[in-house]
Every structure is written in structure tokens, then in C-alpha cells.
């Protein structure tokens, strides 16, 4: 029989599908007023554990300081929630 059909057919996945590790917005509220949030500053924290393709920022809870943060993606939400506390999102990386 041929080794095609003697392998398990186990579906497929993308090698060029790229993978963020998460960050909502409310656990940024760890971090003091005024501070520039970047890679080390989250691992730091304990807020990302093994980096994938880069940090997303997601828009779940509310933020009540003004904060830099350093990211690779942003969702609107939590890049309008950022900027209403009087803070700025800077994207980096070669998905800006």
C-alpha cells in the first residue's frame, strides 16, 4: 500500500499564519501612571509567557492611566481606550 494512504490525514496548517501573544487592555492597569510599556516590561510582569509573532493589544476592560505601550497590533477598541486615558500606542515591528 502506499505511504500516502497508510498516514493519517491530520488537516492542515498554514506555515505563513502568524501567531500574537495576547494582552488585554485592564491588565495594563498593573503598570504606574506615566510609564513606557515595551516586550521586557510584560515579561517582567509575567503578562506574556512564550513570544510568538509579536504582542496584540485587545480592547477588554477599562484603563484608567496614561500609558505608552509598544506593541505589534492593536484592536481600535483598545487603542480608543488607551488615547481616552490620556495615552499613546506606538506600533512596532514590520506589522506597522
Request: no cysteine; aromatic share 6%; charged share 30%.
Amino acid at each position: 500500500m502506499p505511504l500516502q494512504r497508510r498516514l493519517p490525514k491530520r488537516g492542515f496548517r498554514s506555515p505563513f499564519k502568524e501567531y500574537y501573544a495576547l494582552i488585554q487592555v485592564e491588565d495594563l492597569d498593573i503598570f504606574e501612571t506615566g510609564s513606557e510599556i515595551n516586550l521586557q516590561g510584560l515579561r517582567e510582569k509575567g503578562l506574556i509567557g512564550r513570544l510568538k509573532d509579536g504582542v496584540k493589544l485587545l480592547g477588554n476592560g477599562e484603563i484608567t492611566k496614561a500609558l505608552t505601550v509598544h506593541v505589534d497590533k492593536v484592536s481600535r477598541s483598545a487603542q480608543e481606550k488607551i488615547e481616552a486615558a490620556g495615552g499613546k500606542v506606538i506600533l512596532s515591528g514590520a506589522s506597522a
